[in-house]
């Protein structure tokens, strides 16, 4: 079974500065995928950026990247130059590659962006 | 181009009602899923359709059903409805290709209140 466990409640940063969002995740598939999405108050989950986990490099999508140390099986993601849109509940999630589209969620983490 | 829309977006209803949730997935998409988020969790996968065909299904009992029509869009059912039942539902969508990194789309929920 998968297990995505996110310890960060909450977050606060403020405005212009970069913020680290923790995630590790329990797996035993050898080929499976990571994904962040941000989930504002609207509701609507928004997908920001994906790790495979035989891909060398971590990903960069814009001011999001993914810190993605596998041997720590941990995949955190960064926001740099945070703006206040960016205060939302963050979802770290996993899927098994060999599989279908079904993701596993973490609890999620409330970043909160002052400015 | 319509992303992935749902109705209603709120919905309130007594214990041992029966509930039906409505899922248009996005242009193209040919699979969808349906999550279950309570308050303050991640979202837990209910289940997956694909081809009129419910794929693959999460740890839910056969109060939760589904549907999906010709044109890919889906309904999700909920029986005997509980106080427990209470949470936001969501729909995602995607286009099958287990060779991709095959990104879900979300749309923005209905909130189901049971009293």
């Known amino acids: 079974a998968q297990k995505i466990t996110q310890t960060q409640p909450g977050m606060f940063v403020q405005e212009k500065e970069a913020v680290t969002l923790d995630c590790t995740y329990d797996?035993?598939?050898?080929?499976?995928?990571l994904f962040w999405y941000k989930q504002p108050s609207s509701g609507e989950m928004i997908f920001l950026i994906y790790?495979?986990?035989?891909?060398?490099q971590n990903a960069t999508e814009g001011r999001y990247s993914l810190n993605f140390q596998k041997a720590r099986k941990s995949a955190n993601l960064v926001i740099s130059a945070s703006q206040l849109g960016d205060s939302a509940m963050y979802f770290c999630?996993?899927?098994?590659?060999?599989?279908?589209?079904?993701?596993?969620f973490g609890k999620g983490t409330m970043l909160l962006v002052s400015p | 181009d319509a992303g992935v829309t749902q109705s209603p977006t709120h919905l309130i209803k007594t214990r041992g009602q029966q509930v039906t949730l409505r899922c248009s997935p996005k242009?193209?998409?040919?699979?969808v899923s349906w999550y279950q988020q309570a308050l303050g969790q991640g979202p837990q996968f209910i289940f997956q359709?694909?081809?009129?065909?419910?794929?693959q299904r999460g740890n839910f009992p056969d109060r939760f059903s589904g549907h999906q029509f010709p044109n890919y869009s889906s309904e999700l059912n909920v029986n005997a409805l509980l106080l427990g039942d209470s949470a936001l539902y969501l729909c995602?969508?995607?286009?099958?290709?287990?060779?991709?990194?095959?990104?879900?789309?979300f749309g923005s929920g209905t909130q189901l209140s049971v009293l």
């Open positions: 995602a969508s995607s286009f099958t290709d287990p060779a991709t990194n095959e990104k879900l789309f």
């Open positions: 797996t035993s598939d050898p080929s499976y995928g």
């Open positions: 790790q495979g986990s035989y891909d060398q």
């Open positions: 999630a996993m899927r098994d590659l060999s599989g279908y589209s079904t993701l596993t």
């Open positions: 242009s193209g998409h040919d699979t």
């Open positions: 359709y694909y081809e009129e065909e419910e794929r």
